[in-house]
């Protein structure tokens, strides 16, 4: 395969864009966001019955699926004789259309990709195949994080495709001209905050503040950093938690209300933050805007530890499939060292192998040892199938503690006591 993988990958160009699904949430996010994309199959594409077809949905931007359609996808199919096809399904629908699919035997989808915090409803459905048979095509130098995140009840039913997490960017030529480093820990963290906002008379540190699923991620890695357990929260690290970002939060930049995964990146390229933490799919933007200025590293730790949520998509095969034997060639394809490597260097994507980044030069170096550093420090958030209730009362939490200054215990009780209900109902 390595042979006909770099002479695929040097030397097939191609012109098609296909469709790829838009959408997905925040620890997926892409690079083109939500972007418009086109399916152009060609003629020949048409003519050839779906049945001869491994049919994939993934979700990505116009200028990831390139990559894909360009050099990864004709490599696989000279190397197997297997054909894929790209199909676009909405990500909110995919649940949906997977369980009429499911029901009837009838299917348009062979293997797709879904976030590793939106399993829980595919699961709870029975929806997709048990792969726990093919574990062991699973590379050793595979993250074992991203294996748990696969598992239910120790039944491997997804297979490890691409991992994600957050770094923490900084404006160097800012932080060197008032003879600072980037915090290691929560004391720093706030000192660097207050000296900012002294010597400029604004915030310039920010997070994500803005009341949405992004805000909950922060909200985790500050609770566990803590030692604190989220699906308690009323426990002593949560407490610290929480206590820590009222501390903090007057002296955060006026823009973390509106931060998102993708307004973080427009804020520190105009320098209107200064620190700030975000998904790794921006950075060959910020060389090729020519702010190197913005360098990165893994984070600051709490008072217990450093911790990220992990982020990104695993595979999955619908249950009932007739194509599963394929999908698993596809995803074994997709794990391997060259095509983890291609994804590093050419779309800055975090590897889901410890041992793929080979290929990364120059600028894209100290971007990828802080990527590699926060993987080793990430934790899935976990998937729970009553999250879209759980997600009002962590934003609610944060919006009467940190943004309000309302007691924190008094509060945090009151959220646990919802968190708990919400528990009993799933037992």
């Given at each position: 395969?390595?042979?006909?993988?770099?002479?695929?990958?040097?030397?097939?160009?191609?012109?098609?864009?296909?469709?790829?699904?838009?959408?997905?949430?925040?620890?997926?996010?892409?690079?083109?966001?939500?972007?418009?994309?086109?399916?152009?199959?060609?003629?020949?594409?048409?003519?050839?019955?779906?049945?001869?077809?491994?049919?994939?949905?993934?979700?990505?931007?116009?200028?990831?699926?390139?990559?894909?359609?360009?050099?990864?996808?004709?490599?696989?199919?000279?190397?197997?004789?297997?054909?894929?096809?790209?199909?676009?399904?909405?990500?909110?629908?995919?649940?949906?259309?997977?369980?009429?699919?499911?029901?009837?035997?009838?299917?348009?989808?062979?293997?797709?990709?879904?976030?590793?915090?939106?399993?829980?409803?595919?699961?709870?459905?029975?929806?997709?195949?048990?792969?726990?048979?093919?574990?062991?095509?699973?590379?050793?130098?595979?993250?074992?994080?991203?294996?748990?995140?696969?598992?239910?009840?120790?039944?491997?039913?997804?297979?490890?495709?691409?991992?994600?997490?957050?770094?923490?960017?900084?404006?160097?030529?800012?932080?060197?001209?008032?003879?600072?480093?980037?915090?290691?820990?929560?004391?720093?963290?706030?000192?660097?905050?207050?000296?900012?906002?002294?010597?400029?008379?604004?915030?310039?540190?920010?997070?994500?503040?803005?009341?949405?699923?992004?805000?909950?991620?922060?909200?985790?890695?500050?609770?566990?950093?803590?030692?604190?357990?989220?699906?308690?929260?009323?426990?002593?690290?949560?407490?610290?938690?929480?206590?820590?970002?009222?501390?903090?939060?007057?002296?955060?930049?006026?823009?973390?209300?509106?931060?998102?995964?993708?307004?973080?990146?427009?804020?520190?390229?105009?320098?209107?933050?200064?620190?700030?933490?975000?998904?790794?799919?921006?950075?060959?933007?910020?060389?090729?805007?020519?702010?190197?200025?913005?360098?990165?590293?893994?984070?600051?730790?709490?008072?217990?530890?450093?911790?990220?949520?992990?982020?990104?998509?695993?595979?999955?095969?619908?249950?009932?499939?007739?194509?599963?034997?394929?999908?698993?060639?596809?995803?074994?394809?997709?794990?391997?060292?060259?095509?983890?490597?291609?994804?590093?260097?050419?779309?800055?994507?975090?590897?889901?192998?410890?041992?793929?980044?080979?290929?990364?030069?120059?600028?894209?170096?100290?971007?990828?040892k802080a990527i590699k550093n926060a993987l080793e420090h990430a934790e899935p958030r976990?998937?729970?199938?009553?999250?879209?209730?759980?997600?009002?009362?962590?934003?609610?939490?944060?919006?009467?503690?940190?943004?309000?200054?309302?007691?924190?215990?008094?509060?945090?009780?009151?959220?646990?006591?919802?968190?708990?209900?919400?528990?009993?109902?799933?037992?």
């Open positions: 395969m390595k042979n006909v993988m770099r002479l695929m990958l040097v030397a097939m160009l191609g012109t098609i864009v296909f469709l790829a699904a838009c959408g997905g949430n925040e620890s997926s996010q892409s690079s083109e966001g939500n972007s418009d994309n086109s399916n152009n199959n060609s003629s020949e594409d048409k003519k050839t019955e779906n049945g001869d077809k491994l049919r994939v949905a993934f979700g990505m931007g116009e200028s990831e699926w390139k990559v894909f359609e360009n050099e990864i996808i004709p490599a696989f199919e000279q190397e197997t004789g297997i054909k894929v096809e790209p199909i676009a399904i909405e990500s909110d629908n995919l649940v949906n259309k997977l369980t009429a699919e499911v029901d009837s035997g009838n299917f348009s989808v062979d293997m797709f990709a879904q976030d590793v915090n939106n399993l829980s409803a595919l699961v709870a459905r029975d929806l997709v195949a048990d792969l726990s048979e093919y574990k062991s095509e699973i590379p050793e130098k595979v993250i074992p994080g991203m294996v748990d995140v696969a598992t239910f009840n120790e039944k491997l039913l997804f297979l490890p495709y691409r991992p994600n997490v957050e770094i923490t960017f900084y404006n160097e030529k800012k932080f060197n001209k008032y003879d600072m480093n980037p915090p290691q820990n929560w004391d720093e963290l706030l000192k660097v905050a207050k000296t900012f906002k002294q010597e400029e008379g604004q915030g310039r540190v920010a997070m994500k503040a803005n009341l949405g699923g992004d805000n909950v991620i922060h909200m985790f890695d500050f609770i566990r950093s803590a030692g604190g357990d989220p699906y308690v929260l009323n426990d002593e690290g949560s407490i610290k938690a929480f206590k820590y970002m009222q501390k903090l939060y007057p002296y955060l930049a006026e823009q973390s209300s509106k931060a998102t995964w993708d307004t973080m990146n427009q804020f520190l390229e105009k320098d209107s933050v200064y620190l700030g933490q975000n998904w790794p799919f921006y950075i060959p933007q910020f060389h090729k805007h020519g702010k190197d200025e913005i360098q990165a590293y893994s984070g600051w730790s709490g008072p217990a530890k450093e911790s990220h949520t992990l982020g990104g998509e695993v595979i999955g095969i619908p249950k009932g499939s007739k194509k599963v034997d394929e999908a698993i060639k596809f995803a074994k394809f997709l794990m391997s060292k060259e095509v983890q490597e291609l994804l590093v260097s050419e779309l800055a994507w975090p590897s889901v192998r410890s041992d793929a980044y080979g290929l990364v030069q120059g600028y894209q170096k100290p971007y990828f976990g998937n729970v199938p009553y999250w879209g209730d759980a997600e009002k009362i962590y934003t609610e939490a944060f919006q009467k503690i940190v943004v309000e200054g309302q007691d924190v215990e008094e509060n945090l009780n009151k959220a646990a006591k919802q968190l708990q209900k919400l528990q009993q109902k799933q037992q």
